[in-house]
């Protein structure tokens, strides 16, 4: 069974940053596309950013941009999100998600993974 913890969201001032971190309970993290998606009060769940199995490939919403970075440690089984220059419309829960690829790729649509973390709250303030 793939657990996914998510921690280190948190309250901050717009342009400050953050840092998400989730640790993955997988035996074969190494083989596992991750992903983080949000979703604020109101929206439909929607894609941040993704990181191919081995790091060298990642994806990121328009919207983060030049502002996150998605990185990972194979080693402790960790996916991070480094989010600088945090705007209110950051304001969201933070998922981390996880999928088991057999090529270096990345996934990019929520239907596309299939393990969830519980999420994170990230609030921005003006």
């Known amino acids: 069974q793939v657990q996914l913890v998510e921690s280190g969201g948190g309250l901050v001032q717009a342009g400050g940053s953050l840092r998400l971190s989730c640790a993955a309970s997988l035996r074969t993290f190494s083989m596992y596309a991750m992903g983080w998606f949000r979703q604020a009060p109101g929206k439909e769940r929607e894609f941040v950013a993704a990181i191919s199995w081995s790091g060298r490939n990642t994806y990121y919403a328009d919207s983060v941009k030049g502002r996150f970075t998605i990185s990972r440690d194979n080693a402790k089984n960790t996916v991070f999100l480094q989010m600088n220059s945090l705007k209110p419309e950051d304001t969201a829960v933070y998922y981390c998600?996880?999928?088991?690829?057999?090529?270096?790729?990345?996934?990019?649509?929520?239907?596309?993974?299939?393990?969830w973390g519980q999420g994170t709250q990230v609030t921005v303030s003006s």
């Open positions: 998600a996880a999928k088991q690829v057999y090529w270096d790729y990345v996934p990019t649509t929520e239907r596309d993974y299939n393990a």
